[in-house]
């Protein structure tokens, strides 16, 4: 399926299932993540960080899947590592989720990751 139809799916959650394929051991692993939908593009934070698992692997293998109420879509992540860049994802958090669960989740805020939802 496609982008509009994981946009019209994220509409109806606050998590998304993200899959990514393992650094060291090519397999798959999948995950819910929290996730702020703008427009044509999706933000993620990984909650340790640059030290997450997750974040690592698609440094790696940047080609990541998505999937929410019964859709799946397939694209390349972009990891954001600029510090301004970092802030206003996480600003994007704090408004969706509130600043105290962010907080308490995200200990680490020194990355973010942008996927665009685009074909």
């Known amino acids: 399926m496609g982008a509009e139809e994981l946009s019209n799916a994220l ?11 393992g650094r060291t051991s090519a397999r798959e692993s999948s995950r819910p ?25 698609l440094l790696t293998t940047s080609a990541i899947g998505l999937a929410a109420g019964g859709t799946e879509f397939s694209v390349r992540a972009i990891p954001i590592d600029d510090d301004a860049k970092v802030r206003e994802v996480v600003d994007k958090f704090r408004a ?21 939802l685009t074909a």
Do not use: C, I, M
């Not at 962010?102 to 996927?115: F, N």
């Open 33 to 57: 993540v929290w996730f702020v939908h703008e427009g044509e593009t999706l933000y993620l934070l990984p909650v340790s960080g640059s030290d997450s698992n997750w974040y690592k692997n």
């Open 96 to 116: 969706k989720y509130g600043a105290d669960q962010v907080e308490s989740y995200y200990p680490k805020q020194d990355v973010a990751v942008e996927v665009p």
């Open 11 to 21: 509409r109806g959650t606050d998590e998304v299932q993200l899959t990514v394929t």
